[in-house]
């Protein structure tokens, strides 16, 4: 299974990016693909994630109303549409394979065992 990320850039506060994750092939312990990211300093985060079927969405309170993770209609390709950008939205975003499922129905970057390798998004005011 591999992951590719595509579509970072540098975008003004308030602006709008579409991040693109190509996933190649499913592992079998693989339910969901999510968004993640990184800040400078600070610790990954869960951003957003969908179920393979494309049936469920979750999103971190942070993005809640400005984010959408959607599946494309052949279920290999995952969009992130980002709006109303901010600059603490500046990381590096990760797409990556949910192989365990969270218990307590938190979302947490150890859930996702198979990454891909990120795209940067900074956004400046």
């Known amino acids: 299974v591999q992951l590719q990320a595509f579509g970072g850039g540098l975008v003004q506060a308030g602006d709008s990016l579409r991040l693109s994750c190509v996933v190649s092939?499913?592992?079998?312990?693989?339910?969901?693909t999510g968004w993640l990211r990184q800040a400078p300093g600070e610790e990954r985060e869960f951003v957003a994630a969908v179920t393979w079927s494309g049936d469920s969405t979750y999103y971190a309170d942070s993005v809640k109303g400005r984010f959408g993770i959607s599946r494309g209609a052949a279920k290999n390709t995952v969009y992130l549409q980002m709006n109303s950008l901010r600059p603490e939205d500046t990381a590096v975003y990760y797409c990556?394979?949910?192989?365990?499922?969270?218990?307590?129905?938190?979302?947490?970057?150890?859930?996702?065992?198979?990454w891909g390798q990120g795209t940067l998004v900074t956004v400046f005011s």
């Open positions: 990556a394979e949910a192989t365990r499922k969270s218990g307590d129905g938190i979302w947490d970057p150890f859930l996702f065992g198979i």
């Open positions: 092939g499913r592992a079998f312990n693989s339910y969901a």
